[in-house]
């Protein structure tokens, strides 16, 4: 059974990199160059992500949760949440029919 989300599925779910730049960052009073060299990636990597023309990857996500404490599962379920939305909203799977069972 699908769980029922609180989330308006009309609005676009907020891109982590917005959480990154928006509240991260600025809660831990750093720059995106040491926020980059933590992480151990460039700081082109970091502001491409920052200002979300780069998806969180499962290496990033790793990164972020091992840097920020928090796991890398969150940063993937945010990501995907978004890929997800941006998928049904391009359509294309209605011809597809669901499997009936045997």
Partial sequence: MATKSLRDPNRRPTHPG???R???LPALCMTQKEFAERLG???LTVSEL?????AVTADMAMRLGRLLGNGPEIWLRMQQTL???ELA???GYEGI???KAA
Avoid at 50 to 54: A, F, I, P, Q, V
């Fill in 83 to 85: 890929d997800l939305w």
């Fill in 41 to 43: 990636v460039s700081r």
């Fill in 50 to 54: 920052l200002h979300e023309k780069r």
């Fill in 97 to 99: 029919q669901t499997l």
């Fill in 22 to 24: 928006e509240d991260v």
């Fill in 18 to 20: 917005a959480i990154l």
């Fill in 89 to 91: 909203q391009r359509g």
